[in-house]
């Protein structure tokens, strides 16, 4: 219930499908065991510097935080 009447002041289709996706991206950080704060704050100051043909390593099932993924580059 809480959900439909938050819905109601989204202030257009547009704004509730992106109420949407935000809430499936955070639940999914959640289901991942993933804070969701901390890989959306790393994801939204990483993607522009990161390659577009690995676009798919910044989602919640393989993301590492930028310090562990720079330890395991070097370590490679």
């Known amino acids: 219930t809480l959900g439909r009447k938050n ?5 257009s289709d547009e704004g509730g499908r992106r109420a949407a ?3 499936t991206l955070i639940e999914t950080a959640r289901f991942n065991d993933i804070d969701p704060e901390a890989w959306l ?3 939204i100051a990483r993607i ?16 590492k935080p930028h310090a562990e993924a720079a330890t395991a580059s070097q370590a490679a």
């Not at 819905?7 to 202030?11: E, H, K, P, Q, V």
């Not at 577009?52 to 993301?63: C, E, T, V």
């Open 7 to 11: 819905y109601l002041f989204a202030g």
């Open 21 to 23: 996706i935000m809430y």
């Open 41 to 43: 704050a790393d994801v």
């Open 48 to 63: 522009a510097d990161h390659p577009i043909n690995q676009i798919d390593d910044l989602l919640p099932w393989k993301w």
